[in-house]
């Protein structure tokens, strides 16, 4: 592993001499033509392949619908011209609400998505031409062990104890009574579908079923500690997944997409974690990773998206390679470059296996301005089927009509890494760009370090 560095390239050839010099596998190319190309998901088409990855804004209104703040971001995206907007998690159930102000669709605030959605539709045919039409995929989530519906007070549940995470995400560890029980996770399909058929009435071209990141689906994908329908085996910590799937495809048919934005890697010990070697948890083990992927396939998801690590934990440079972290995490021992290499080569497996279904690949933000010139490669290598734009979008929502119109992202607009905007969130405030969108989020991000200072002091 080399030194960890912030970012200081700037050509192009700097950033090939560095990645030649620390011998990652990572591609670039000067052809960006590759980010053009539309791409199929299931029986839709979406006009490009660069996508606005799932960003939760923390934001909504207190009845989980869109709030002014959440209306500016997605038609800020929407306007972008990304060919795929991956809207960010909406909570199955209340008491699965990682915030007080997570969207949360429901059978009275409907209209207001499906408002939304057609404002937003109107601007990326404005920016971008009539024939621009984005795929809309909403994402469907519990929280799990990070629920935390109302006010700041940690409210967990979980498939199983963890000694590493237990204390620090407010479980007890010598309770049983945050275990979430075979009787509610079976009860959870029927609220997916729910949620999916809202959706679907909203006017959006699909859902997710979100299993990444450590919440509740995710951390069922690791539970070899738990006994009953959902635990042990690999058929029965998949068990949540492959009924929710199944029972939305019968609820909205074969035009409505069911995508999946999965952990591949937990970097996390075993039996706690999925996709780790069970001596080393830095050994990616594929067996079961890839294997899941094979369960969706024959299920009939349509489109598939990979991350890994665990945002809340220790090594957030597993899921988002950065400059600077949020407060109290440690400098990595590894460069920013072999975070994206990890990362590229989960997507690079997951593709493969996947064969015709789309995956969107993420990893790309730290690359700032010369992140099409690694997109472009990696489509052109059939390693995935869209470049995926996380924090990126936060800071540069235009990125893609630019990357497709002008040939070039401008670097005084890209994302610097600083991991402001998950400071907000650490802290439980609203979130979005300190940096390029500093007037309106630079206020916001001060009161949330203000008020969680505050808390801490108490």
């Known amino acids: 592993m080399a030194k960890h560095e912030k970012f200081n390239f700037k050509t192009y050839e700097d950033l090939e001499s560095k990645i030649n010099a620390l011998g990652v596998d990572v591609s670039l190319q000067k052809d960006l033509s590759p980010l053009a190309q539309k791409v199929n998901i299931g029986h839709k088409i979406a006009p490009n392949a660069i996508a606005v990855l799932p960003m939760e804004g923390c934001d909504s209104n207190t009845d989980g619908s869109p709030s002014e703040l959440t209306e500016r971001r997605y038609m800020r995206f929407a306007s972008g011209g990304a060919g795929l907007l991956w809207w960010e998690a909406n909570a199955i159930v209340p008491e699965g609400r990682a915030n007080a102000l997570q969207m949360m669709l429901t059978a009275s605030n409907v209209g207001k998505f499906s408002a939304l959605l057609k404002k937003t539709q109107k601007a990326a045919a404005e920016y971008n031409g009539v024939e621009h039409k984005a795929i809309n995929i909403l994402q469907l989530t519990h929280s799990g062990r990070y629920s935390r519906p109302e006010g700041h007070v940690p409210r967990p549940l979980v498939p199983q104890h963890d000694?590493?995470?237990?204390?620090?995400?407010?479980?007890?560890?010598s309770s049983d009574k945050q275990i979430v029980s075979d009787a509610y996770l079976d009860s959870?399909?029927?609220?997916?579908?729910?949620?999916a058929k809202l959706a679907w009435e909203a006017g959006f071209d699909g859902v997710d079923i979100k299993s990444c990141h450590r919440y509740l689906v995710s951390e069922l994908l690791a539970s070899y500690t738990r006994e009953g329908r959902y635990g042990?085996?690999?058929?029965?910590?998949?068990?949540?997944?492959?009924?929710?799937?199944?029972?939305?495809k019968q609820a909205c048919g074969e035009d409505f997409i069911v995508a999946c934005r999965f952990n591949v890697f937990d970097c996390h010990p075993y039996p706690y974690g999925f996709g780790v070697d069970k001596e080393d948890f830095w050994v990616f083990d594929p067996e079961e990773p890839m294997a899941?992927?094979?369960?969706?396939?024959?299920?009939?998801?349509?489109?598939l998206s990979n991350s890994a690590g665990n945002p809340y934990y220790i090594y957030p440079q597993v899921t988002r390679p950065f400059?600077?972290?949020?407060?109290?995490?440690?400098?990595?021992?590894?460069?920013?470059?072999?975070?994206?290499?990890?990362?590229?080569?989960?997507t690079r497996k997951i593709q493969n296996e996947a064969g015709d279904i789309p995956v969107v690949g993420n990893g790309y933000s730290w690359l700032r301005q010369f992140a099409p010139y690694v997109g472009a490669a990696?489509?052109?290598?059939?390693?995935?089927s869209f470049m995926g734009l996380g924090r990126s979008s936060f800071a540069y929502p235009n990125a893609p009509r630019d990357i497709l119109q002008k040939g070039e992202m401008d670097p005084r607009?890209?994302?610097?890494?600083?991991?402001?905007?998950?400071?907000?969130?650490?802290?439980?405030?609203?979130?979005?760009?300190?940096?390029?969108?500093?007037?309106l989020y630079a206020p916001l991000y001060r009161q949330a370090r203000k008020d969680a200072e505050g808390r801490e002091n108490v």
Not at 163 to 173: C, K, M, Q
Not at 292 to 303: P, T
Not at 414 to 438: E, L, N, P, W
């Open 163 to 173: 000694p590493l995470l237990d204390e620090r995400s407010g479980v007890d560890p």
């Open 188 to 195: 959870l399909v029927e609220r997916y579908v729910y949620s």
């Open 232 to 248: 042990g085996s690999f058929e029965n910590r998949t068990r949540l997944v492959r009924d929710t799937v199944r029972a939305i």
């Open 292 to 303: 899941f992927v094979r369960m969706l396939k024959e299920e009939g998801v349509e489109l």
């Open 323 to 346: 400059d600077l972290s949020s407060m109290g995490i440690p400098v990595p021992n590894e460069h920013p470059l072999e975070s994206i290499e990890r990362l590229f080569s989960f």
């Open 378 to 384: 990696n489509l052109m290598k059939h390693d995935c």
């Open 413 to 439: 607009s890209v994302c610097i890494a600083c991991s402001k905007c998950t400071q907000i969130m650490r802290d439980h405030g609203r979130t979005g760009c300190v940096v390029r969108d500093a007037e």
